[in-house]
């Protein structure tokens, strides 16, 4: 029997391994995976929105904003370099310097030691004295906004030749020397008429505006203050007065929300394996079992095996087929990450992080295995019963909808983190069940629920064998019968012949 | 010892007898046919006899045991409606067959290679039978039929759908295999066929047995017709049932188809026309035709092409 379910199996695996579209497939994948985040960083806006800032009033208010998203840049960079420096261990290169500390949030004073210790150069070339040659290099953030000098129409004008300077430079190319994203009109009786206007192309980033009403309120309050007798230094003091935030955060990619994400990247990726496979040779194995029928040959077939070592036989080769992309295309995910060695390294090895002990790969291995079975043995039925490709996509779109469309609603809601009763119901039927736990894995599955799902999901295939076994059975010789809900209740009955 | 055996078989799919307490058995060596129009049952027994389907009841044992699939290493079987997979090569899908046939794949290519030789497709081996005329698929099926030397060669109408050239190469393997001791089983309906090759046969209506013998003695079932130049003299003679004057050709003689009673040997009459005096310008014997005696027992007319409508 097993010899016989074996070359049934290697024929259908090489039956489609012989296809285009599974080479197709099979490269595509990694091809599209490889070329998204390429492409994401091609396609990221990383160009600076230039600001223009027209002040009326004549004060020093442009060069305090200019300062201020200097400040606010430089400090991004030195949470950035923190980051990257405790990722990779980096802190002996200057243990004294604010980016080797990881446990507050970079003040005024960090900035300004930042910059007089030269900044990112003079930190990075220490680093590189003790970077490890396969450590990736710092990419520090784009700078978000970018100060330029206002157009001469628009220092000058006003009422609706300013409205029509401004609205140019807002609707010129990013290239024309007049472009603009944000323009801001300090008033001439500024601070007197605290009316300052803000125009974009569109909605404001709170990046900006935030920055933007801090520097203008502190303008305001430090005028007022001296305005009422207090020194010019003392309301700089006021001003300035500011709590030193001690901040402890996880290591990167190990606390929270993140870690959660990073550590269900595999399992996820698992259960969209499965559901990609299983859509695939599926189709596969489709075209294999109408081939058989539309060409007559199950009667020869038959007469050398039994319609069961056909069925399993069937059943393996799609396993096999389904085995062979996961190991293609987790393959290549791993000889990335390995060419890579740094940033994507580092992101795998937290994500493999809940599927490395034995028993998470047996529960994988299990799963993906039942799974594949479970849903493999509908389109194996579906097979005996069709005499052409359009008669099977009849059968074919209700169960694969049925199937799939909860799975992306599941995968979705794994990946923001919701474990509600959706996902409770989905881990307990058994079609569902091994996408749900795959995907679950990450966030942690109680083991009772896992044994329980995997025991109702090992009984609901011993009974999908049994019914649609003998579906399978008595829909093979019955050519060119389509046959309706009533037939094929009658098939699932135990044969009588 | 038979290689087939069938007591007592009877099938029924619901309200229909496809098969009614059939009975036979085919030793080795011998060319056994299986005659009936549509719907006689012979599909459904061969079904039955190779393990596809089972009997109602009734008892069939295959080389001497009850039908098996572990018997398929001496059985070979070519179906009614053929069909290969369209990918695979015409020498890969003869191993394929052999080794589900318990063959080890070597033997099975080997075999292969030399019965695609014989077939004059040892240069098409490795192309895909998609790409080859039905011609050479219909030679490539057989091959998979026969690729394990079978002890057992059951055939399910073989003939139809083949061109002439490949008719005589399925007649040449047939007679081949029953010389080489293999039990030889197939339904045709296809008279021309049955009379070359079988050594019995078994006509079946409404899937019961309605004769088994040989040829010989299928075409006695019904009695034998002489066409005669005699005088009105010989509607005497002893033995002639009817008498049938055809044509008048002057001076007395009369052209005559005669009936004969059942069991009277046409050289009996000769001898009593002779020993009577009667003068005889011809007495040509015309025994029954398979044919006529299929149409006498089954009861249908086979076609213009000389094959029963299916």
């Known amino acids: 029997m097993i010899r016989n379910i074996l070359l049934v199996a290697g024929r259908e695996f090489r039956q489609v391994v012989q296809l285009k579209s599974f080479w197709l497939t099979l490269l595509l994948v990694p091809v599209a995976l490889a070329l998204g985040p390429i492409l994401g960083d091609k396609l990221e806006d990383r160009d600076p929105a230039k600001v223009v800032v027209i002040d009326r009033a004549g004060g020093t208010t442009r060069a305090v904003l200019e300062q201020r998203f200097a400040f606010e840049h430089d400090q991004q960079v030195l949470r950035d370099l923190s980051r990257y420096v405790r990722r990779h261990g980096l802190e002996a290169a200057d243990p004294q310097a604010a980016w080797a500390q990881h446990d507050r949030w970079y003040t005024p004073a960090d900035v300004l030691a930042f910059r007089q210790a030269g900044g990112i150069d003079a930190a990075l070339a220490k680093i590189a004295k003790v970077k490890a040659k396969d450590t990736p290099e710092f990419d520090p953030p784009s700078q978000d906004f970018t100060f330029v000098a206002p157009p001469p129409d628009l220092a000058t004008a006003d009422g609706e030749a300013l409205q029509a300077g401004v609205d140019r430079a807002l609707k010129a190319k990013d290239t024309a020397p007049e472009h603009a994203d944000l323009v801001v009109l300090i ?102 079992s109408i081939e058989e029928r539309s060409k007559k040959l199950l009667e020869s077939i038959l007469a050398c095996i039994t319609p069961e070592e056909l069925m399993y036989g069937k059943l393996l080769g799609a396993l096999a087929i389904g085995l062979s992309m996961l190991t293609v295309w987790l393959g290549t995910g791993a000889a990335v990450a390995f060419a890579t060695h740094g940033a994507i390294a580092d992101l795998i090895r937290p994500a493999l992080a809940p599927v490395t002990s034995p028993g998470a790969i047996a529960t994988l291995i299990f799963f993906f295995i039942a799974g594949y079975v ?68 990450g966030m942690g599955v109680p083991t009772l629920e896992l044994v329980g799902a995997g025991a109702v999901l090992a009984v609901f295939i011993a009974l999908e064998v049994i019914f649609l076994g003998r579906l399978f059975r008595a829909s093979l010789l019955a050519q060119g019968q389509k046959p309706g809900l009533k037939q094929m209740i009658e098939r699932l009955r135990p044969a009588t012949e | 010892m038979s290689v087939l055996k069938v007591e007592a ?86 191993t394929y067959f ?125 009695p034998a017709r002489i066409d005669a130049v005699a005088p009105a003299g010989i509607t005497g003679i002893e033995g002639i049932a009817a008498a049938n004057a055809t044509a008048d050709l002057g001076n007395g003689w009369s052209e005559y188809s005669l009936s004969l009673d059942p069991g009277v040997d046409a050289g009996d009459v000769l001898q009593r026309c002779t020993a009577s005096g009667l003068p005889l310008r011809r007495f040509e014997e015309r025994r029954a035709t398979l044919h006529d005696v299929f149409v006498h027992l089954v009861g249908s007319a086979p076609d213009s092409s000389g094959e029963l409508a299916r």
Request: some cysteine; charged content about 20%.
């Open chain 1, 187 to 288: 008033g001439p009786k500024y601070p007197a008429d605290p009316t300052v206007r803000l125009w974009a192309n569109e909605q404001p980033k709170q990046a900006f505006v935030g920055p933007l009403n801090e520097t203008l309120t502190a303008d305001l309050r430090q005028r007022l203050l001296t305005a009422n007798g207090l020194s010019p230094q003392s309301a700089a003091m006021v001003q300035s007065a500011a709590p030193a935030l001690s901040v402890t955060t996880p290591p990167p990619g190990g606390g929270g929300k993140e870690a959660l994400l990073v550590r269900s990247i595999v399992p996820l990726a698992l259960a969209y394996i499965l559901m990609m496979g299983l859509m695939l040779s599926g189709s596969w194995m489709l075209q294999g």
């Open chain 2, 9 to 94: 078989l009877t099938k029924r799919f619901a309200d229909v007898l496809a098969v009614d307490d059939l009975s036979f058995s085919v030793e080795p060596g011998e060319i056994y046919g299986f005659l009936g129009g549509n719907g006689a049952g012979k599909t459904t027994t061969l079904r039955m006899v190779l393990d596809i389907i089972r009997p109602t009841s009734g008892r069939i044992e295959v080389l001497g045991g009850a039908p098996d699939r572990r018997n398929t290493a001496a059985i070979g079987f070519l179906p009614e409606e053929r069909g290969l997979y369209g990918n695979m090569s015409a020498i890969d899908a003869i």
């Open chain 2, 98 to 222: 052999g080794r589900m046939k318990q063959m080890a794949a070597s033997d099975a290519k080997a075999h292969g290679m030399e019965l695609l030789k014989r077939f004059d497709l040892g240069d098409r081996a490795k192309a895909k039978i998609s790409e080859m005329s039905k011609g050479m698929a219909q030679k490539v099926q057989l091959a998979t039929a026969i690729v394990n030397r079978p002890r057992l060669l059951i055939l399910d109408e073989p003939f139809s759908g083949l061109d002439p050239v490949n008719q005589q190469l399925l007649e040449d393997e047939i007679v081949g295999a029953a010389k080489g001791g293999a039990a030889v089983v197939f339904s045709t309906h296809v008279m021309q066929h049955a009379e070359r090759l079988c050594d019995r046969i078994l006509l079946l209506r409404k899937g019961k047995k309605r004769f088994e013998g040989t040829i010989d003695e299928a075409r006695d079932q019904l």
């Open chain 1, 374 to 441: 479970a849903i493999s043995i509908i389109f194996v039925a579906i097979g005996a019963m069709a005499d052409s490709m359009s008669e099977a996509q009849g059968y074919l779109m209700p169960v694969l909808l049925g199937i799939l469309l909860p799975v992306t609603f599941l995968m979705q809601a794994i990946i923001a983190g919701n474990s509600g009763p959706m996902v409770q119901v989905l881990t307990w039927v058994p079609i569902w069940t091994p996408f749900a736990i795959l995907a679950r894995l």
